[in-house]
C-alpha cells in the first residue's frame, strides 16, 4: 500500500523538519498515486498562484507531477510534469508553467504557476507519481518500490515561487529584503 510518514532529520535543510517520506510498495495501481501537501488556501478568482515543494527521490520512480485542483482552478486539467533525475527538467504541461532546480541533500524544488478560475478554498495542491515525462493528468500505472521525501511545500500569490518560509504551520508574510554593501 501508500505509506506516509514524518522522517525527522531528513528534511531538505538537514535539521528535524517537517519531511515526509512517501512510500509506494504495492505493485498495482489503476488510479494516479498521489498525496496533497497543503491542505487548505483561500482562492481569489483571476489570481495567479504558485506552488512549490521540494522532492527528493529515495527509491523506484524519478517521475512526478504537480495538480492545480478543481476546488481551487475550476474544470478543466491544470498540471506540470517533472523528472527527478540528473539536472532536473520539466515535462508535458497542461494550463500552467513549471520550473525545477537541484538543491541541497538531493532534493529538487519544484514548482507550478496556474491562475485561478474561480473563488473559494480548498485543497490546492496534488503531487502525483506518474508513468512518463509526457503523461497527462493523474495518469495511472503499474509500479512498485516508490520512496521519496517531500519538503517544504508553500503556495504563494504570485508568479514566481519565493525562497520557503519556514512557518510551523501558520501563515507567514516575508519581510523585506535589504542589501548591505561594505
Excluded: K
Excluded at 26 to 35: C, D, L, M, Y
Excluded at 96 to 109: A, H, K, L, P, Q
Excluded at 111 to 129: E, R, Y
Amino acid at each position: 500500500g501508500l505509506g506516509v510518514a514524518a522522517v525527522t532529520g531528513h528534511g531538505a535543510f538537514g535539521v528535524p523538519s517537517t519531511a515526509t517520506r512517501w512510500s509506494r510498495t504495492a505493485a498495482v495501481e489503476t488510479s494516479g498515486i498521489f498525496i496533497t501537501p497543503v491542505d487548505s488556501v483561500d482562492f481569489v478568482a483571476g489570481t495567479v498562484y504558485t506552488f512549490s515543494v521540494l522532492v527528493r527521490p529515495i527509491s523506484g520512480h524519478t517521475l512526478v507531477q504537480l495538480n492545480g485542483t478543481s476546488m481551487a482552478f475550476g474544470s478543466g486539467d491544470r498540471f506540470v510534469n517533472f523528472d527527478l533525475s540528473g539536472e532536473g527538467s520539466v515535462g508535458r504541461t497542461m494550463n500552467g508553467t513549471g520550473r525545477i532546480e537541484r538543491t541541497v541533500r538531493g532534493f529538487y524544488r519544484i514548482s507550478a504557476t496556474f491562475t485561478a478560475a474561480q473563488t473559494g478554498t480548498g485543497p490546492a495542491l496534488v503531487i502525483t507519481l506518474i508513468p512518463s515525462i509526457d503523461s497527462s493528468w493523474r495518469a495511472p500505472f503499474t509500479t512498485s518500490q516508490i520512496v521519496v521525501d517531500v519538503d517544504c511545500a508553500q503556495v504563494e500569490a504570485a508568479p514566481f515561487a519565493s525562497s520557503f518560509i519556514l512557518t510551523n504551520g501558520a501563515a507567514a508574510t516575508r519581510s523585506g529584503e535589504v542589501c548591505y554593501l561594505q
